[in-house]
């Protein structure tokens, strides 16, 4: 008696990733010696970003005739028809971009009413339509591209502070190996988190983005201080090596309403400056943006946030040339 049994291969596709839109408010120096603006932070405000059809083969094998199989590929990567909620592995994505990432964007777009149809793993023309359409309903910035604002107004950027490095508050009084008051958020010496690899060698300023940390480092590699930062919300902090090549005691903001007290600058943009400074302060009533306990979160638009005892140091240490290393 002739038997026969049904295999079936279901295919699925790929995806990729998404990172972080660009929100920069431009701050002026007050510093008579530097003419460059800083790209500021301090405002909340943003002037600055259906299942798949599956293939299915099949086969029927009997013990006299076999019929050929059609040719078809592995199941690899992101299925686009999965439930899971996925999350981004790049910092952005873009024109051009394929992969994981993008199929999670836009599986996500098509979830929140942004897109129709069916995830293609290519950030082509309907993608970007789709993602400004997000960007200008949610009042981000309006560039087509997916940032970190916009990934995670999709919900599908990273846990963030799950990265973070901290360290307990230290004992009343300490100092570092300068002698320079710790903040609630700084260490120093042997009680400081390990530097990053890959940070550089010499006398330098270590700034790791994912961890909101940074380190001062002596000419024989030791660790000075290391403290919590608040950096940038956007993808503007480039890593590699940098230069301090400006300072200034205070800065005021470009709209006027908050200032920046020792501006340390180590990159130049297109539409400003970059640097650490201390906790901005409102204009209006001298209040804080944020409080040192909120340092370690994402709240700039461009600068790194300190504490103001950390703002201190850093203006000693960090003379102009001061090698910045960014990771």
Known sequence: MQTSHRRTTTLAGLGTIAVACVLVAIFRSNNSGSSAAEIYDATTTTPVASDAPAS??????????????????????????????CTLKARSLGGGDSGD??????????????????????????TAVAVEKLQTERNLFVDGLTGRETALSLGIWPDEMSLVVRTPPPAPGAVD????????????????????????????????????????VDENNVVIRSWLISGSKYNNETPGTHKVYSRSDVSTAWNGKAYLYKMVRWLKTDIGAIGFHAL??????????????????RLSGGCQRQANLDADFTWDFAQAGTPVVVI
Do not use: K
Request: charged share 20%; proline share 11%; glycine share 8%.
């Open 56 to 85: 299915t083969v099949v086969t029927d094998v009997s013990s006299t005739v076999a019929f050929p199989a059609e040719s078809v590929p592995d199941l690899a990567g992101v299925d686009p028809t999965a439930d899971e909620p």
């Open 280 to 297: 901005p302060i409102h204009v209006e009533d001298n209040s804080l943006y944020q409080t040192e306990a909120e340092l370690g979160q």
């Open 177 to 216: 190996l300068l002698g320079y008051p710790l903040s609630s958020v700084a260490t120093s010496g042997p009680d400081a988190p390990p530097l990053p690899p890959n940070s550089g060698s010499g006398r330098r300023l270590v700034y790791e983005r994912a961890g909101q940390r940074v380190w001062a």
């Open 101 to 126: 990432d993008v199929v999670c964007l836009q599986r996500s777009l098509i979830e929140a009413g942004f897109m129709s149809g069916t995830p293609s793993g290519v950030y082509d023309n309907a």
